[in-house]
């Protein structure tokens, strides 16, 4: 499908999400963020100033680092409404999963064992927690993702913010703090380099990004959220398949002895999140992983080309480790242990810097990413 848009593509910046008008408030804020470090200096910490732009914020605390994320569901949790009305069942455990994955998938990219989650649930209404079975869903999907990323709940906040949130709807985000302990285990990519390996975890689905052109999608579909995606499987019950958590692999590897140069949570921006790193590399692909059903599903419905479709979605592929060339079989073998798909995706080199999809004849450069 690599061919030129159709006049009626469904693009993301249609459903409503233009990164040109968001990245640009990221980038001040980053900057203005980068001259409050010294403030660290009074308590006798510091940054690492390489997390800056990376996916977790990391502070040099003396024998160990601390790292720490906030992250939004964004809208999924509306896809979980509608198919309520649908079906009569509440899928807010999955919704839970997936905002725990939001904050904790970024948070290990820098090397960090997650050690505590926060909850921000702020609901349209007090009205939203009167759902019994709906709230009951949320704890314990909740509870249930803590335990597997094996993260103590540390607490939350609850508001009931009518005239804000739209009544009868939630907002749900979560923080996470992490531990990098020994400080080896750190990885913001300055032992990224030629010759390394790129390792992909495969997705569940459309993990929690993408919605926005996801619901969008909706008013092309003939029977709506309930349009067959295979034979057993809807469109909306395949989107709301939880996000992967992925911390399960990366301390299997460190239990392993094996320590990413890099990591990548390839989430908003597709597969351009591969070119995240800040140096000048090219990243060679040579085999792209099998993508889910309601990916595939999507692109052709939003009549997307295959560079739109990367550009934007996980396309099956939902974390990046970069490794040692000598270490990416075992790898692989690691999360697969732990009931996580992977490849060995491609290899990087030295070059300008540029992400070369091989088998699609896509490239993306580094004009396509912009978030520092």
């Not at 963020?33 to 997390?51: I, M, P, Q, R, W």
């Not at 804000?164 to 992490?178: F, K, P, Q």
Request: hydrophobic residues 45%.
């Amino acid at each position: 499908m690599n061919s030129t848009p159709s006049t009626d593509t469904l693009s993301y910046e249609q459903a409503g999400v233009n990164y040109d008008l968001i990245d640009p408030l990221k980038v001040a804020a980053q900057r203005a963020a980068k001259d409050t470090a010294k403030n660290l200096a009074a308590h006798g910490f510091g940054e690492v100033a390489a997390s800056r732009g990376e996916s977790a914020y990391v502070v040099d605390v003396g024998p160990f680092y601390l790292a720490s994320i906030v992250e939004c569901l964004g809208s999924k949790a509306l896809v979980a409404d509608e198919m309520a009305k649908l079906t009569g069942r509440s899928y807010y455990d999955g919704i839970a999963q997936d905002t725990i994955a939001m904050a904790i998938n970024d948070l290990i990219t820098v090397g960090a064992t997650p050690l505590v989650v926060q909850a921000y649930w702020a609901a349209g209404g007090s009205e939203w927690f009167g759902d019994a079975q709906r709230a009951q869903a949320l704890v314990a999907g909740w509870k249930r993702a803590c335990d597997v990323c094996a993260v103590a709940w540390g607490g939350g906040e609850t508001p009931a913010l009518a005239g804000i949130v739209e009544a009868g709807r939630i907002d749900l985000a979560a923080s996470c703090t992490g531990i990098i302990n020994p400080k080896e285990r750190l990885s913001v990519g300055d032992k990224l380099g030629a010759g390394d390996a790129i390792v992909l975890l495969a997705s569940s689905g459309i993990h929690a990004n993408g919605l926005s052109l996801a619901r969008k999608l909706v008013e092309r579909l003939p029977q709506g959220y309930l349009t067959p995606v295979t034979s057993s499987l809807n469109y909306g019950e395949a989107l709301l398949a939880p996000t992967v958590l992925y911390s399960p692999v990366t301390e299997a590897l460190y239990k392993a002895g094996i320590t990413p140069h890099y990591c990548a949570n390839i989430t908003g921006h597709g597969w351009r999140k591969l070119l995240r790193h800040p140096a000048a590399f090219t990243y060679r692909i040579h085999s792209v992983p099998e993508v889910t059903p309601v990916l595939r599903f999507i692109q052709q419905h939003a009549k997307q080309d295959d560079r739109e479709a990367y550009s934007t979605l996980n396309m099956g592929a939902g974390f990046a480790l970069f490794v040692k060339a000598a270490d990416a079989q075992r790898t692989v073998e690691i999360a697969q242990a732990q009931g996580i798909q992977a490849l060995v995706a491609g290899t990087v080199e030295a070059g300008p810097k540029k992400l070369l999809i091989e088998p699609l004849g896509i490239e993306f450069g580094d004009d396509d990413l912009q978030l520092r």
